[in-house]
């Protein structure tokens, strides 16, 4: 089945550091989602993208879609403490009939 | 805040008893879905709703079972559960199916003593 793998698992920064989480899918995807949970709290929808090769911007926060819609990335520049959370990736491709998530990346600041 | 309310937010229950989870949704969407969420794993899916019939059900086991009486409303009815069960049930919902962005709720904190 499809899996999707996000790296790293844990990132601890410094505040004002950029920070950058990745995204694999064994298989190719249709479109893919990122979302944020906070310590303590559910999952919020940040963004999808759905073109090869589709850059979004959402101020401090760049997400990018691979050529090949098998990968993404999800930077943030300057980190603040309000960007602390987990990030989740998630996509809907080949034989899938659902959105899987990937294991998502823990980010501390440390101010 | 995202329109998507479960009940209750935490619940600790014994393994022989019986409980139900509920979740509403005030946004008007088609699907909503029942996910696990444990300490270091992924968000596991666990039953998709669309249009108030069961398209998904992930292998889940029968001590797990889901109702979908509307659109709006789902419920996750336990009964024999394991300490293994212990969890966040986060239930969500989005437009249709696969391709439209989903609102999570809160989640209920499940713990099975």
Redesign the interface.
């Known amino acids: 089945g499809q899996q ?1 793998m996000q790296i790293p698992q844990y990132q601890h920064v410094q505040e004002g550091e950029d920070f950058t989480t990745y995204c694999n899918s064994s298989t190719t995807l ?2 893919i ?1 990122w979302y944020k949970q906070r310590p303590g ?5 940040l963004i ?1 993208l759905v073109k090869s090769g589709e850059v979004k911007k959402q101020k401090r926060l760049t997400f990018q879609f691979g050529e090949a819609k098998k990968n993404s990335s999800l930077h943030i520049t300057a980190t603040q403490t309000t960007d602390v959370g987990t990030y ?1 990736c ?1 996509g ?1 491709g080949g034989s899938a ?8 990346t823990q980010l501390t600041v440390l101010p | 805040e ?1 329109g998507v309310t479960q009940t209750p937010r935490h619940l600790v229950m014994g393994m022989t008893n019986k409980k139900s989870l509920k979740c509403e949704q005030h946004l008007g969407h088609n699907a909503m879905y029942w996910y696990k969420q444990s300490a270091k ?3 596991e ?1 666990m039953f ?1 709703y669309n249009f108030k019939e069961q ?2 059900n992930n292998s889940v086991p029968s001590r797990f079972s889901p109702e979908c009486p509307n659109s709006s409303h789902l419920f996750l009815h336990l009964h024999t559960l394991q300490p293994e069960d212990s969890a966040l049930y ?1 239930c ?1 919902s989005s437009q249709d ?3 439209y ?7 209920t904190r499940l713990t099975v003593t």
């Not at chain 1, 709290?41 to 929808?45: A, E, N, R, S």
């Not at chain 2, 962005?101 to 989640?107: A, D, I, L």
């Open positions: 999707v249709s479109n989602q709290g559910h999952p919020v929808f999808q989740f998630a809907t009939r659902q959105l899987t998530f990937g294991s998502g | 995202t794993k992924p968000l899916l998709v398209t998904e986060l969500a199916r696969i391709s962005e989903q609102y999570f709720g809160p989640g």
